[in-house]
């Protein structure tokens, strides 16, 4: 499974974006895909259209609950890492995926690069 960072999601929707082609591939080859809560509810702030939001809905599959699990997981990786500023709603995303074992698509893996070592699976264009 691979999850869907808020990064990767908006680029997804530009044509001919090389995370366009990247999600071509996973969908060609059903790939399970889907996003945690916390990615879509930042994906969801905008601005949008209604079109991308109905396109986005069909492509991640299920939006994937952020329970007191991943919680405890992300407070980790934020205390493990530095507890940087900015930084929280990164590990939340990271501990989601890792709660699934899923590889997290990004279209910015330097956010991610730190909590790598922690067990983070990143996928970059």
Request: one cysteine or more.
């Given at each position: 499974m691979i999850h869907l960072d808020t990064s990767f999601l908006i680029r997804a929707l530009v044509p001919d974006s090389a995370e366009d082609g990247l999600l071509r591939q996973w969908l060609g080859a059903r790939t399970p895909l889907?996003?945690?809560?916390?990615?879509?509810?930042?994906?969801?702030?905008?601005?949008?259209?209604?079109?991308?939001?109905?396109?986005?809905?069909?492509?991640?599959?299920?939006?994937?609950?952020?329970?007191?699990?991943?919680?405890?997981?992300?407070?980790?990786?934020?205390?493990?890492?530095?507890?940087?500023?900015?930084?929280?709603?990164?590990?939340?995303?990271?501990?989601?995926?890792?709660?699934w074992d899923a590889e997290l698509a990004t279209s910015n893996p330097a956010d991610f690069r730190r909590l790598q070592p922690r067990g983070l699976k990143v996928v970059t264009v």
């Open positions: 889907a996003i945690s809560a916390i990615a879509w509810t930042e994906f969801l702030c905008g601005p949008l259209r209604a079109p991308e939001i109905q396109f986005a809905e069909r492509i991640v599959g299920e939006v994937l609950p952020f329970g007191a699990a991943e919680g405890a997981v992300a407070a980790d990786l934020f205390n493990r890492t530095g507890r940087r500023r900015g930084s929280l709603v990164d590990c939340m995303v990271a501990a989601a995926a890792m709660s």
